[in-house]
């Protein structure tokens, strides 16, 4: 699990991050530290920060390293040096935010934070944790609080922990810069500081660190409630397919922070028989779909699907029946995924979307969650008999479209609507997939 914490400095991100860390027993990681780091190691190669090139290509000789005693005993290494308390000084939380607007020089630093990402559960603080680095962080915090209760902190801050370098400056001083380093970093062209439209807004200025810890550890176990834990059965089986389209297809969920508690139709474009697996094990919870009855019979595979909240249809049931079925999952609660284009594509092209799809949101009055697959179509079309070995995929999950949009409308225009709602989410969706987006999809 990622934990996402993003705000302005002095507004307590990190003790709050470190706070959090420890007491769900996860990694923290302070990547306002590593902008740091960098422009001590630029510092030190004697390269002026305004030479971008130059800069960028120092980073790749920086070879950074993080040690921990206990949490509260950390230290940043560069090259072998420890750097802990130089990084701290003005002059380099000058250059920090001088060098931060360099798009490649990010690039490179957010590599190695989506890596460390890819450990261990983790709470990560910084500016772009949850619009760029983890925009799929299944918890988003974005801190503030007023520019000068945020310079006395840092002032008392330094006083603690570094009062050499706080004798050398003063309350207003710290609060001057703070101001011109705010506006130097949301003012940025390359991931400035923002909040993310899913994160949770927490005015720190009145708050005590204890408070806001606790809140963002409410927000957590609401999450966790969520996306309640699977059962053993279906949790194996979702492990086993999601390392078999990770290795095979290398398998890539993107909009997961999409993704919300409670009954939804989850809706995808049809292309291949593998997508029925590919959006269930892309969601992050149990899932139910229907599948033709005659799967049950295929002894190891029957089984399965039946372990992956699975239903069959039988070649003779009417509509009705299947309506009925998908209505009673989602009136109590649960998820399903449905193709409302009703049939596989024949040329990969995205196909109007029928009748059904409005029929349920009326009936279930659940929001639909538009889902685009792309690739499977490559790896698996109706043309072929058997699925290609090898291949990529990618699942793409866009923001939900909420009942409340039809609500009161008469039901051919609601249904009109909601078809073109459906059509124009799954075309967004394709658009910025094809374009090779990352982060947050539309
Ligand atoms: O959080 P901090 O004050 O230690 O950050 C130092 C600088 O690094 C700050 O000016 C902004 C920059 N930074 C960034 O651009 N992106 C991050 N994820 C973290 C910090």
Known sequence: MIIAIDGPSGTGKSTTAREVAR???FTFFDTGAMYRSAAWWIVQQ?????????????????????????????????????????????????IASKIAVYGQLRRELVKIQREFGKKANAVFEGRDMG???????????FLTASSSV?????????????????????????????????????TRAISPLKKAPDATLIDTSELTVDEVVDQILVLIRQKKKSCPSMRVTYGFVYWVARLWLKLFYRLQIEGLSHFRAGSAIIAANHASNLDPPIVSISCPCEVHFLAKESLFHIPILG??????????????????????LIIGLLQSGQKVIVFPEGRRTSDGKIQLIERGLP??????????????????????PR????????????????????????????????????????????????????????????
């Open 131 to 141: 619009t760029v680095v983890f925009p799929e962080a299944e918890v988003k915090v």
């Open 359 to 380: 029929f349920l949101m009326m009936k279930a009055k659940c929001p639909i969650q538009p889902v685009y697959i792309q690739g499977a179509f490559e790896i698996w």
């Open 46 to 94: 004697g390269i002026n920060p305004d030479d971008e090139r130059k800069v960028v290509d120092s980073i790749h000789t920086f070879v950074y390293e993080i040690q921990t005693q206990d949490e509260q005993q950390r230290r940043y290494f560069v090259g072998g040096v420890d750097v802990t308390q130089a990084i701290r000084s003005h002059e380099i939380s000058t």
């Open 23 to 25: 007491k769900l027993n």
């Open 150 to 186: 945020r310079a006395q902190r840092r002032y008392r801050e330094l006083l603690v922990k570094f009062p050499d370098l706080a004798q050398s400056l003063s309350e207003e001083q710290i609060l001057k810069d703070i101001e011109e380093r705010d506006h130097k970093d949301s």
């Open 303 to 324: 089984r399965l699907i039946r372990h992956l909240n699975s239903h069959p249809v039988s070649r003779e049931a009417t509509d009705v029946a299947t309506f009925r």
């Open 383 to 442: 043309t072929r008999r058997f699925p290609k070995l090898f291949g990529r995929i990618r699942c793409v999950f866009g923001s939900p479209i909420e009942w409340d949009e039809f609500e009161g409308l008469g039901k051919k225009i609601a249904e009109q609507r909601i078809m073109s709602r459906m059509t124009e989410a799954l075309c967004k969706l394709q658009k910025w997939t094809e374009s090779g987006a990352h982060g947050t999809p539309p």
